[in-house]
């Protein structure tokens, strides 16, 4: 059996830091994201953010939405630290894609 593919990820809140994760999920979860998340602000909250998501995932990685959130935290660390989205400066944490 071959090995599953890795892809690493950064987290805004700890530079100079990456964790290698499980490529295929890392990847259904961006583009799932990406997908719901608008281009501008105010953007939408973690919770609509996971809602909207969940729905979007592929059953065979996340079934029933398992352990969705954890890969929707690591992914959006990663985004923002790639500054693919960004923060709102409200509370609660709005997100919203970037223009790069």
């Known amino acids: 059996m071959a090995p599953k ?3 690493a990820v950064e987290n805004v809140n700890k530079p100079d830091r990456t964790v290698s994760v499980d490529a295929d999920k890392y990847l259904a979860m961006k583009a799932a994201m990406l997908a719901v998340l608008p281009a501008s602000a105010p953007g939408l909250t973690l919770v609509e953010l996971r809602d909207r998501v969940v729905p979007r995932l592929p059953e065979s ?6 352990k969705a959130g954890w890969w929707l ?28």
Request: proline content about 5%; glycine content about 8%; cysteine-free.
């Open 61 to 66: 990685m996340f079934p029933a939405g398992a």
């Open 5 to 7: 593919a890795k892809i």
């Open 73 to 100: 935290m690591a992914v959006q660390l990663d985004l923002l630290a790639k500054r693919v989205i960004a923060r709102g400066g409200t509370k609660p944490i709005r997100l919203h894609q970037t223009n790069l």
